[in-house]
């Protein structure tokens, strides 16, 4: 059911007990989420399971019909997750539990309000996704291999990814039907448009670019707390759970950073990236080498006519300080993107032959005394 739901596969590389309970996680949280995505739902249905949710995980003949495809069987079938949840160990359900009620609060929250200013767009990522990062945490130190993180890191982790998300993902959710909700907060994109779904149209493209530049830079801020998370991680298989998607998030950053494409269609990362942030992936020095790469790609698409650019910079360079005072740029054996120059053949060889020129020339050109 995981593999139809979740994109989260380096959940099988964790030892096998704390797999089973992220797995549950995971799995009590998406059918949380699949209740507050179905617009189908009446607000008055709504609510109250999302405020009880965190009572029918305890209860094995639960289950609710809403969403669609592998969603809806995941509802139809929510019994069998209940049953899995009922077998964990008593630290991991508690976890769960105080999560999923959170969670829960805080979605039915938001199902009538808007996100008007980036207080409320900190909120309510806090409740989506930054509750995911002091779960996570909590399962980590009721499985004995972490010590517990600080709330305020833990939260930071889920809202990088998730703010992520939000930015690349714009143009599918606003042409979505049944319409989906927006996450993108007032305060920042009525600066640049009057409506959000104004931002699509091409004669806006100046503003919409700009209004993406100001989003991204608003999610840079959360770097310092997700690397110093990961440096405090000793477990490797916990440690490579939680950096992968952190850095598939700062490349995604870097690729949407000043690019219309974020209005007129998909911008991910490549595959054979992907492939090599997953492979390499293997020590803090790899996350700082990636951050640092992805932050030196971003720096170098900030343009200087950009309302938001000496803000962004200044962000920028804070996390570059930080890759290098880590001590461990030169420590990573592989490179997930190549940060040095690198020259075509075609230019060497045409190096080559002006320098095999000048030296013939200066050889026939020096007097006889020099001899």
């Known amino acids: 059911m995981l593999h139809k739901v979740s994109r989260s596969l380096v959940i099988q590389q964790l030892d096998t ?15 949380l989420d699949t209740v507050e995505d179905d617009t189908s739902i009446a607000t008055e249905v709504k609510v109250p399971i999302l405020i009880d949710f965190h009572r029918h995980i305890y209860d094995r003949e639960w289950h609710f019909s809403c969403g669609t495809k592998d969603y809806k069987v995941l509802m139809d079938e929510f019994h069998h997750v209940s049953t899995a949840f009922l077998q964990l160990g008593r630290g991991y359900q508690e976890a769960i ?28 990522c806090h409740y989506v996704a930054g509750l995911v990062g002091l779960g996570l945490s909590k399962l980590f130190h009721a499985s004995g291999k972490e010590d517990l993180a600080s709330d305020v890191i833990s939260n930071s982790m889920g809202l990088f990814l998730q703010k992520t998300n939000i930015i690349r993902d714009y143009l599918e959710d606003i042409n979505e ?119 030196r790609m971003l720096k170098s698409k ?51 032959i002006i320098l095999a020129i000048l030296l013939a020339y200066l050889s026939a050109a020096r007097p006889d005394w020099y001899l």
């Open 177 to 295: 039907i049944p319409k989906s909700r927006m996450f993108w907060p007032r305060q920042i994109w009525s600066k640049y448009v009057n409506k959000l779904e104004d931002l699509k149209y091409e004669e806006n493209s100046v503003k919409a670019v700009q209004c993406l530049n100001d989003m991204v830079t608003n999610a840079l801020t959360h770097v310092e707390d997700c690397l110093k998370y990961m440096s405090d991680l000793r477990d490797p298989a916990i440690f490579r759970f939680c950096a992968i998607p952190q850095i598939m998030a700062i490349g995604t950053l870097a690729l949407c950073y000043n690019n219309i494409q974020v209005f007129r269609g998909v911008v991910k990362m490549r595959r054979g990236l992907t492939a090599k942030v997953i492979d390499r992936t293997k020590t803090i020095s790899d996350v700082y080498g990636a951050f640092y790469d992805f932050s």
């Open 97 to 124: 539990e105080d999560i999923t009620m959170r969670m829960g609060a805080g979605m039915a929250k938001f199902i009538c309000k808007e996100v008007e200013t980036v207080d409320d767009y900190d909120e309510y």
């Open 17 to 31: 007990d704390l797999r089973d309970a992220v797995c549950i996680f995971y799995l009590v949280l998406r059918a």
């Open 302 to 352: 900030v343009d200087e006519n950009d309302p938001n650019a000496r803000k962004t910079k200044e962000s920028l360079e804070t996390i570059l300080k930080l890759c290098r005072d880590s001590g461990t740029l030169n420590q990573r054996k592989s490179y997930i993107i190549q940060s040095k120059p690198q020259y075509s053949p075609t230019l060497i060889v045409v190096i080559f």
